[in-house]
């Protein structure tokens, strides 16, 4: 049975809403309506959102609106900071909220701050005496702290270590290692001493393959230089199955939690964000995380036309359930920033990209887009051609700063003077009087929607406020759409294959229960590997 969504009032208001109003150009609602910035904008604490140049009339978003009353978006989110069991498929709450929050929250009825707050205190005693040089690698400080994890374990605080390069202490530097490719081990570890490199486990569950993997080999390079016994000093980690690191050696003060109510890509702002406090001191990630508290008490508090998180929900429900379009482009014009598209991939997509419904029904709707980008203006030279005449429907967020950490302000205004033309020009392109006489090759239709996020500078607390902005944005959607956010189940099957396979590659076995493609690509393998040996 499909969903019923789509019966909604709301719904079948906003389809034939669509349909009335898809021939709409933004050169026409910017000349009837002079006062659409202002109108179309929000603001909050530096934090500026304007959707005016996104194909929305004011009926528009009342009907969005109103969808929104009928999926019962308000009472979900009193749900979701009540700890409730909003993770429905695996009965866990959502409760990265907790995480920030200076107000006491419950799961299942027990006061998880407490032991949030003792967790910070721990990390904070650790971080200082790394700092200090107190928590050492045998009598050296460490220079150096390598991340090992993936996925929620890696993206965040790689994010935000990059974000904050101001920031950055001038040791311990940090380093992130995800992939399972040994040259990407074998790259971070190679210019590094082990005598004076920490290493962080990063997994919920201590069984991630890929992790485990590179935890392993990262560990035998520490015990071939220093022994089994020194090597234990370099080690920690950040689990929810502490028995699991004791098992592969972490000594038990230098194991920090993890909680099944938190998923992972929502855990930065848990003991995974170490190596942000290791590479920025105890004070940054604590700004970083009242940031996300602020975003969090607007979340919880705004009413839904002066909420950011909603606004932004509603424009992608808009666009992509309603308009169909299927792509959105995450643009930061700021350098800091460009890891931010592989860190809203994972948050959006692995999310919301689902078609199930949360009690098992096919959605039969579009949910999440493709969400993908990178850097300006590196953009601009390379698939920017696509995004102004392109035949396929895009939309996109310009991410940018007012101010810069750094004193080039001629580069500074360069910058922002492409971010500001490139949305322009997408919207308004080249009005009938421009085109005049114009070989059609030189013209631009303009029409192609885009929402512009200028924050007042990249420091830890707007950082947090955009981050949880993201975070809260893809809860609305997941709610109105009627799917669950929190579990990533799409993920196992590929998992369980690649377990099934490693064998077969190791130990040369017959594969004769895969198909035949996957059979000739494993007999290629085998044959070329083994070539590759009897030559050395």
């Known amino acids: 049975m499909p969903s019923t969504r789509s019966a909604l009032p709301a719904w079948q208001k906003l389809a034939q809403h669509q349909c009335a109003t898809s021939r709409a150009h933004l050169r026409d609602l910017f000349k009837e309506d002079s006062a659409r910035f202002e109108k179309f904008s929000l603001e909050l604490d530096g934090l500026l959102l304007d959707y005016s140049k996104q194909l929305v009339t004011g009926e528009t978003m009342e009907l969005l609106r109103a969808l929104a009353r009928e999926c019962r978006?308000?009472?979900a989110i009193a749900a979701m900071f009540a700890g409730e069991r909003i993770n429905?498929?695996?009965?866990?709450?959502?409760?990265?909220?907790?995480?920030?929050?200076?107000?006491?929250?419950?799961?299942?009825?027990?006061?998880v701050t407490g032991e949030v707050r003792d967790t910070l205190a721990r990390m904070s005693r650790f971080v200082?005496?790394?700092?200090?040089?107190?928590?050492?690698?045998?009598?050296?400080?460490?220079?150096?702290?390598?991340?090992?994890?993936?996925g929620g374990s890696d993206l965040g605080p790689r994010l935000v270590c990059a974000a904050l390069g101001p920031y950055l202490k001038s040791r311990p530097r940090p380093h992130f290692v995800s992939n399972v490719d040994g040259a990407a081990l074998a790259?971070?570890?190679?210019?590094?001493?082990?005598?004076?490199?920490?290493?962080?486990?990063?997994?919920?569950?201590f069984t991630t393959q890929e992790t485990l993997l590179n935890a392993r080999s990262a560990r035998a390079w520490l015990e071939k230089k220093l022994g089994r016994a020194a090597a234990t000093k370099h080690l920690c980690a950040v689990t929810a199955d502490p028995a699991r690191a004791a098992a592969f050696g972490v000594a038990a003060d230098r194991v920090f939690p993890m909680w099944d109510w938190v998923g992972g890509r929502y855990s930065l702002w848990s003991a995974v964000g170490l190596p942000i406090a290791l590479a920025t001191g105890?004070?940054?990630?604590?700004?970083?995380?009242?940031?996300?508290?602020?975003?969090?008490?607007h979340f919880r508090d705004a009413p839904p036309e002066r909420s950011l998180p909603v606004t932004l929900a509603l424009l992608e429900i808009w666009n992509t359930t309603f308009r169909?379009?299927?792509?959105?482009?995450?643009?930061?014009?700021d350098e800091r920033l460009k890891l931010?598209?592989?860190y809203l991939q994972q948050l959006e997509m692995e999310s919301c990209g689902k078609r199930v419904t949360?009690?098992?029904?096919?959605?039969?709707?579009?949910?999440?887009?493709?969400?993908?980008?990178?850097?300006?203006?590196?953009?601009?030279?390379?698939?920017?051609?696509?995004?102004?005449?392109?035949?396929?429907?895009?939309?996109?967020?310009?991410?940018?700063?007012?101010?810069?950490?750094?004193?080039?302000?001629?580069?500074?205004?360069a910058l922002i003077s492409n971010f500001l033309a490139q949305t322009e020009a997408l919207a308004f392109g080249t009005t009938g009087a421009e085109s005049a006489g114009l070989p059609p090759w030189r013209v631009f239709e303009g029409n192609r929607p885009t929402t512009s996020i200028l924050l007042d500078e990249l420091s830890p607390r707007a950082l947090g406020m955009l981050i949880a902005l993201y975070e809260h944005k893809v809860y609305v959607e997941s709610v109105i759409w009627d799917i669950n956010a929190f579990d990533q189940w799409g993920v196992e099957l590929g998992k369980q294959l690649a377990g099934r396979i490693l064998p077969e590659l190791e130990a040369g076995a017959t594969a004769s229960a895969h198909d035949s493609s996957t059979r000739g690509l494993i007999s290629h393998y085998r044959k070329q590997t083994k070539a590759m040996r009897r030559k050395k």
């Open 73 to 75: 978006v308000e009472p």
């Open 88 to 111: 429905n498929t695996e009965k866990r709450a959502a409760l990265h909220v907790a995480l920030r929050s200076e107000s006491p929250m419950t799961v299942d009825g027990a006061n």
């Open 128 to 150: 200082r005496g790394v700092h200090a040089g107190t928590i050492n690698g045998g009598g050296r400080a460490f220079t150096d702290v390598v991340n090992i994890g993936i």
């Open 187 to 205: 790259s971070a570890l190679e210019p590094l001493d082990p005598r004076t490199t920490l290493l962080v486990i990063a997994s919920k569950t």
């Open 282 to 297: 105890m004070k940054v990630f604590e700004d970083l995380l009242g940031g996300g508290r602020e975003m969090d008490v």
């Open 324 to 333: 169909g379009v299927a792509s959105r482009a995450v643009l930061p014009y």
């Open 340 to 342: 931010l598209p592989a």
């Open 358 to 413: 949360r009690d098992g029904q096919i959605a039969g709707y579009p949910t999440t887009s493709l969400t993908w980008g990178s850097a300006g203006t590196d953009g601009q030279h390379a698939y920017f051609q696509w995004l102004h005449q392109g035949t396929q429907a895009v939309t996109a967020d310009f991410i940018a700063c007012c101010r810069a950490h750094h004193r080039l302000r001629a580069h500074h205004d």
